[in-house]
């Protein structure tokens, strides 16, 4: 089975600080990797996703993440949060069947 | 708003009783998946439909968990004799047919066993 991790699980910036958040996963065949945000008492929302040619992926609201396939990561980066990114992270793998795995989420906190 | 809705929001239920999910998801979308998310960990995917065909159900957590899409429309999930650690939050998704397609979550059903 597959799996994806988030090493960073509850992480404290001040606003304008520069972000980056961890996901590797253990797949070594075909995926797409996908970013969703859990905004407080909102539902899972797509922030960015990736499927094949560029690695560097550009989503909403000023993320981006990189895919690197030689170390089976794809690492969520801001260069300046605001308040209002205050939210959980998670990162998300396809893979074959269709199969979604989410990792354990990234809970960010940015002080104003 | 036209998004994937779920009820009820929220289900108390006694252990050993059964409950049942509905989920309605975005019109045009073919794909409906089933997750199961407890309180620190991500979303646990349980099962999809594409159209009214299940194509994958293997990870349903035991065989007290069934879904279903009649229609090929609307889905429910069903727990019979519910038990303490089916507590959690039931999430619902749809997407579009396609290996790349995102999905769209609804809120979520919170289910408490008493």
């Known amino acids: 089975a597959q799996s994806v991790s988030q090493h960073n699980h509850h992480v404290i910036l001040s606003e304008a600080a520069s972000l980056e958040l961890g996901c590797n996963y253990s797949y070594g065949g075909t995926v797409n990797l996908f970013w969703y945000v859990q905004y407080p008492g909102q539902h899972l929302q797509l922030l960015l996703k990736?499927?094949?040619?560029?690695?560097l992926v550009k989503g909403i609201k000023g993320f981006e993440a990189e895919f690197i396939k030689s170390k089976f990561s794809f690492n969520l980066r801001k260069p300046s949060v605001q308040w209002s990114d205050t939210a959980e992270y998670f990162c998300a793998v396809n893979g074959p069947g269709n199969q979604f795995y989410f990792g354990t989420g990234t809970s960010l906190t940015v002080i104003p | 708003d036209t998004g994937v809705s779920q009820n009820p929001r929220h289900k108390i239920t006694k252990r050993g009783q059964n409950v049942t999910f509905r989920c309605d998801p975005i019109s045009e979308h073919n794909r409906l998946y089933w997750y199961r998310q407890t309180l620190g960990q991500g979303p646990e995917f349980l099962t999809y439909f594409q159209n009214e065909a299940q194509l994958e159900k293997s990870r349903l957590l035991s065989d007290r968990f069934s879904a279903e899409r009649p229609k090929g429309s609307f889905s429910t999930l069903e727990i019979q004799r519910t038990e303490q650690g089916d507590s959690a939050m039931y999430l619902c998704a749809s997407s579009s047919t396609g290996f790349s397609q995102p999905q769209h979550f609804g809120d979520g059903t919170r289910l408490s066993i008493l």
């Open positions: 990736y499927f094949s040619g560029d690695p």
